[in-house]
């Protein structure tokens, strides 16, 4: 079993940046591909970005790659999101998730994903 929990969220003004971080715990959760979504309200759920479990590879949504950078501490056993020039439609649910199953690929759909932390909020005013 692996226990995700995110932190970070907050109010943020239109420009203006904040960091996400999840804190996973699980025998065996260092070695998950971990990933960030985020849902706004009235919204399906949307893939943000992702780790590979091993090496550093990672993946954005076009949506926030040049703004944001995800990251790994394996010693930490965290995974952070760091979002800048943050615009009003970032306003959402920020989940964090780990996928168990995945090796070398990295998977946009949170079907992939089978634990989820409990979601942080990101507000953006403009």
């Known amino acids: 079993q692996v226990q995700l929990v995110e932190s970070g969220g907050g109010l943020a003004q239109a420009g203006g940046s904040l960091r996400l971080s999840c804190a996973a715990s699980g025998r065996t959760s260092g070695s998950y591909t971990m990933g960030w979504f985020r849902q706004a309200p009235g919204k399906e759920r949307e893939f943000v970005a992702a780790?590979?479990?091993?090496?550093?590879?990672?993946y954005y949504a076009d949506s926030v790659k040049g703004r944001s950078t995800i990251s790994r501490d394996t010693a930490k056993n965290t995974v952070s999101l760091q979002m800048n020039s943050l615009k009003p439609e970032d306003t959402a649910v920020y989940y964090c998730?780990?996928?168990?199953?995945?090796?070398?690929?990295?998977?946009?759909?949170?079907?992939?994903?089978?634990?989820w932390g409990q979601g942080t909020q990101v507000t953006v005013s403009s």
């Open positions: 998730a780990a996928d168990s199953r995945s090796i070398l690929a990295i998977f946009t759909t949170p079907l992939r994903y089978d634990y």
């Open positions: 780790v590979r479990a091993r090496g550093s590879m990672t």
